[in-house]
């Protein structure tokens, strides 16, 4: 049975599930109610790869920054699957073991989706009928858990749908839920990234 989780809540992916390797799907569809058609919004998932050794969450290289123009972290472990266009889907496969093995001291992934120029377009998540991420088993493609943004983030053009955070030597995925009014540049500067890697 899928676990639907809600904001704050989390799993144990390593302990409770055995997981060595896990996906994160972003799935969304567009609210009819709302005059905009589906080739004019994009929905992007992208991932910081972070280690919090100096005690904020910071991503040490500019190729931690794991999004459609980088689909390929610094560890290795984090991969941007390219959806091909508006699917209405987007993928991170992200390899816990190899997370492990990182010398950069990577503890958290953090997955942020993001509406392309929605802050110039006027986009925003309240015009989707839904977007849920879904944490899902690679070998037995089981969906593990789902989490589905709620009214809260309606006005907002980014969120921070989830991390994968090492705790105990146990990796978890925590459903966070908390959406901006930013573009993906306020993201890399708050990670101590360069805006230019956006582009």
């Known amino acids: 049975m899928t676990i639907q989780l809600k904001k704050g809540e989390g799993i144990n992916?390593?302990?409770d599930h055995g997981l060595t390797r896990v996906l994160i799907e972003v799935t969304y569809d567009l609210d009819p109610a709302h005059p905009v058609k589906k080739h004019e919004m994009d929905v992007n998932v992208c991932a910081f790869e972070l280690t919090h050794a100096g005690g904020k969450a910071?991503?040490?290289q500019d190729e931690c920054f794991v999004f459609y123009n980088n689909l390929k972290g610094a560890t290795g472990a984090v991969i941007h699957e390219k959806d091909g266009g508006s699917i209405g889907d987007d993928k991170l496969d992200i390899d816990l073991s190899l997370l492990d093995q990182n010398t950069l001291g990577i503890d958290e992934v953090s997955c942020v989706v993001e509406i392309y120029e929605g802050?110039?377009?006027?986009h925003h998540f309240g015009q989707l009928s839904?977007?849920?991420a879904h944490v899902i088993?690679?070998?037995t493609n089981e969906v593990i858990?789902?989490?589905?943004l709620t009214d809260d983030d309606s006005n907002a053009t980014s969120v921070q749908m989830g991390s994968?955070?090492?705790d105990g030597g146990h990796w978890h995925f925590k459903a966070v839920g908390v959406g901006y009014q930013k573009g993906l540049a306020?993201?890399?500067h708050a990670y101590g990234l360069m805006e230019s890697e956006a582009e």
Do not use: M, Q, Y
């Open 119 to 122: 802050l110039t377009r006027g």
């Open 145 to 148: 858990a789902e989490f589905k």
């Open 164 to 166: 994968l955070v090492k």
């Open 186 to 188: 306020d993201f890399l």
């Open 137 to 139: 088993n690679p070998d």
């Open 13 to 15: 992916l390593s302990k």
């Open 58 to 60: 910071v991503a040490p």
């Open 130 to 132: 839904h977007c849920t």
